[in-house]
């Protein structure tokens, strides 16, 4: 009842990561080498030190279900969109909007995975952590729609080519002994039409076979890079109780979103964010415990846990540390409060 986890990402050491080149590319959509501060030859070892820094962090700090803290991705999505057959990032479309180009992936041929990308990552995790263990994906109807489609000419049929690289790659995640598989979708929200055309037949595509806990993120985007004032309800959540996922992650700290539509979701659990991550600023446990009390006169207890709003990529590694402890106290308090 009432436990915790993290969405996915936890800070890039400084000596790993230039976070200004990072920040400047906002999410990367085709790959990003230049962030790197390690030369090739030890970056790999230089990323799984870090990715031990966030283990023992998320450990130390309480957490029940833990990631490997995406130390070895550029963006939550880039690593694996790149690694499918089909994409060109030679000669990447150009995005712009509000004042950034974007270079994204073509598709210039039937999307398909080549083999595992995440395995490895997860079995390194895996190796050294007792703790639940969470992989992320990108999800498939976030893929489709960060990539120019120069090949299937019909956005539903690019989504579901993403869908079954997503599911290939879920279905080695279960075999190496995942915990937790989590969709990262905020796309949903950004193309409410679409995903009320196809969005949930792509999701339970996704996710055929998998009998593992399965999650999907659904985000207003990183704090540190959206503006405060973001709305006060999804565009597409509650058609997510039709699907197969059973969790459901939402950000509900910064956003301040209207927690009434839980109601309709009364057979998924809640992944409820409660941490702010625009800011470094380490909010109090009798803060966040408040934020955890939101949720229950909609969500039972034991359909709840909690979590930060989002990604922690964005703050400093000190502040996600303290923000993580103080959320494992708030929810305790909680527990003690409910049980």
């Known amino acids: 009842m009432l436990q915790t986890t993290v969405v996915g990402s936890y800070p890039q050491p400084e000596w790993l990561v230039d976070h200004e080149i990072l920040k400047a590319k906002v999410v990367p959509r085709v790959r990003a080498q230049d962030i790197w501060r390690i030369d090739d030859s030890y970056l790999n070892e230089a990323q799984n030190d870090a990715t031990l820094l966030a283990i023992r962090d998320q450990e130390l700090a309480g957490i029940d279900c833990i990631t490997d803290g995406e130390m070895r991705r ?3 999505s880039n690593r694996f969109a ?3 057959s089909g994409i060109d990032t030679a000669d990447p479309f150009i995005r712009k909007v509000e004042g950034y180009e974007i270079p994204m992936p073509r598709i210039i041929g039937p999307v398909r995975r080549h083999g595992p990308v995440e395995v490895d990552d997860l079995r390194f995790l895996k190796s050294h952590t007792d703790r639940l263990a969470k992989i992320t994906l990108p999800g498939p109807f976030t893929l489709s729609k960060q990539a120019s489609d120069d090949y299937y000419g019909d956005p539903e049929a690019a989504a579901m080519a993403y869908a079954d690289a997503v599911n290939a790659e879920a279905r080695d995640l279960q075999v190496a002994g995942a915990d937790v598989i989590q969709l990262d979708e905020p796309w949903l929200r950004q193309d409410p039409d679409g995903a009320n055309l196809y969005g949930i037949k792509v999701i339970n595509r996704a996710l ?10 659904l985000c207003f985007g990183y704090g540190f890079i959206v503006s405060p004032d973001k709305p006060k309800a999804y565009t597409f959540l509650e058609q997510l109780a039709d699907c197969s996922v059973d969790q459901i992650s939402i950000e509900a700290a910064q956003p301040h979103l209207d927690l009434g539509v839980f109601s309709s979701l009364s057979e998924k659990t809640i992944v409820f964010g409660v941490i702010d991550l625009s800011t470094n600023e380490i909010e109090s446990p009798a803060v966040l415990a408040d934020r955890i009390r939101r949720a ?5 207890p034991e359909r709840l846990i909690a979590a930060p709003d989002c990604g922690m990529k964005y703050l400093t590694r000190g ?5 993580l402890r103080s959320m494992v106290e708030a929810a305790e308090i909680v527990r003690q409060e409910v049980s």
């Open 319 to 323: 502040a996600a540390f303290g923000k």
């Open 208 to 217: 055929e076979g998998i009998n593992v806990t399965t999650a999907i993120h």
């Open 296 to 300: 229950l006169p909609f969500v039972a």
């Open 74 to 76: 550029e963006s939550y």
């Open 82 to 84: 790149t690694s499918l």
